[in-house]
């Protein structure tokens, strides 16, 4: 009879391949979330250039607007 403790199991060899498999997988994850987040990022300008062009846009008919107005008012005195 063999005398002693409880020998600990080693199982190792036997996670391995799915850790390895899970960490490919984390890697791919991480590399589509990066394109989501390129494709977010590039997107994100076009939408600050067209908020710029259309308030630009604004003011540049309130200016039009205030010189008509002032020319209209010089022609008439």
């Not at 002693?4 to 960490?23: I, M, N």
Request: glycine share 6%; hydrophobic share 35%; no cysteine.
């Amino acid at each position: 009879m063999i005398t002693g403790g409880a020998r600990p199991r080693r199982g190792r060899w036997r996670r391995g391949k799915p850790r390895r498999k899970l960490q490919k997988a984390a890697k791919d994850s991480g590399q589509q979330t990066k394109a989501a987040n390129q494709a977010l990022h590039r997107d994100q300008p076009d939408r600050l250039l067209l908020s710029a062009l259309r308030y630009w846009e604004v003011e540049r008919e309130l200016i039009e607007e205030r010189l008509a107005s002032i020319r209209s008012a010089t022609a008439a005195s």
